[in-house]
């Protein structure tokens, strides 16, 4: 992205400023553009940029597929829990989770006290368009997977609502997306202070002004 063409310096200094040391946390299911956007965004942010799939791999020495094939979702979940939990003391960072990371209550705690959640909300149609274009979602390794999209939709939409901020994931690109999750953030929970108003004389109605 074109930073200096489409957020000011001075922008993104006072969002990371707002920011200190939390995380930005972004959730959603599978194919809603967790890491894309995340890339880009901590790019814009200069921020650092974590994948919390690929340091799950790394603590594991296997893939995710590998994982679950091997040892069971349980486990994986569990090894996923110690693992954000230990890359939330890192920020300010941007952080993309699997898509079942929010679904863990004390996941969802971590994330409340040591960052900021950003569902990227995205409908069937896109989903299933992103996620069919590889074969390495576990989930997904069913004789019916937009069957499977929709009971995961059913299922975890109501756990990612309860995030921070919400943008819906649309099929523009990925820069478009960046400057839609920055304005939620900048109107949202990384929003400046209001400026206090100048105080009117006492007898100066509001709805008056001098000379009226």
């Known amino acids: 992205m074109r930073r200096g063409r489409q957020h000011a310096a001075g922008d993104v200094a006072a969002l990371t400023d707002a920011l200190r040391d939390r995380t930005l946390v972004l959730v959603g299911l599978m194919g809603c553009g967790k890491t894309s956007v995340g890339r880009r965004l901590a790019n814009v942010l200069e921020l650092k940029f974590v994948d919390a799939d690929e340091e799950i791999e790394k603590a594991a020495n296997q893939s995710i597929p590998e994982i679950f094939e091997a040892h069971g979702e349980d486990f994986f979940r569990a090894g996923e829990r110690r693992v954000i939990a230990r890359l939330l ?64 939709m059913a299922t975890r939409y109501p ?51 001098p000379g009226e």
């Not at 690109?173 to 999750?181: E, G, I, K, R, Y």
């Open 89 to 152: 003391h890192n920020g300010p960072q941007v952080l993309a989770t699997g898509g079942g990371a929010f679904m863990s209550e004390q996941t969802r705690l971590n994330i409340k006290n040591r960052g900021i959640s950003i569902w990227l909300k995205a409908d069937l149609p896109l989903l299933m368009k992103r996620v069919m274009r590889r074969d390495n979602r576990p989930l997904l390794k069913t004789r019916d997977p937009e069957a499977r999209m929709r009971e995961l």
């Open 159 to 209: 756990i990612y609502a309860r995030a921070d901020v919400t943008v819906d994931s649309r099929d523009v690109p990925h820069d478009d997306m960046v400057a839609s999750v920055i304005a939620a953030l900048r109107s949202g929970p990384l929003a400046p202070p209001r400026a206090l108003l100048p105080e009117q004389p006492a007898d100066v109605r509001p709805s008056e002004a």
